[in-house]
Nanobody, 122 residues
Framework: QLQASGGGLVQPGGSLSLSCAAS????????MGWFRQAPGKEREFVAA????????YYADSVKGRFTISRDVAKNTGYLQMNSLRPEDTAVYYC?????????????????WGQGTLDTVSS
C-alpha cells in the first residue's frame, strides 16, 4: 500500500515536495514511479527510479526541475518539484512495480497511491 502526501497550492516558480510512504513492500525491491494527471488530460509519466536506485528517468517536461529520490530506511519515496509552472498543475500519483516493463508506462506498475493535488497558480 502506498500513501502519498505533500500536495498543495504554490505560486509559479515555487517548490513542492511530495512523499510516498510504502507499507507491506519495500521500495528497494521494486521500481518506483511518479505520474500525474491534469484536468481533462491523460495520465502521464513524470519520473521513475529503478529497484537499485541506480537508474533514474524523467519526462522531458520536468527534467532539471524535478528530482526523484527515496529513503530506504524510511521506506519512503520523494518527488522534489522546483521552478513550478502552471502547467504542472495536476493530481500526482506514486506507484511501485516489478522491475520488468517500461519505467514510463503506468501499466507496468501494480501499486498506486491515492493521488495528491498540486496546484500552481498566482
Amino acid at each position: 500500500q502506498l500513501q502519498a502526501s505533500g500536495g498543495g497550492l504554490v505560486q509559479p516558480g515555487g517548490s513542492l515536495s511530495l512523499s510516498c510512504a510504502a507499507s507491506g513492500r519495500t521500495f528497494s525491491s521494486y521500481k518506483m514511479g511518479w505520474f500525474r494527471q491534469a484536468p481533462g488530460k491523460e495520465r502521464e509519466f513524470v519520473a521513475a527510479m529503478s529497484r537499485s536506485g541506480g537508474a533514474i528517468y524523467y519526462a522531458d517536461s520536468v527534467k532539471g526541475r524535478f528530482t526523484i529520490s527515496r529513503d530506504v530506511a524510511k521506506n519512503t519515496g520523494y518527488l522534489q518539484m522546483n521552478s513550478l509552472r502552471p502547467e504542472d498543475t495536476a493530481v500526482y500519483y506514486c506507484a511501485a512495480g516489478a522491475q520488468s516493463g517500461s519505467f514510463s508506462l503506468g501499466g507496468s506498475y501494480d501499486s498506486w497511491g491515492q493521488g495528491t493535488l498540486d496546484t500552481v497558480s498566482s
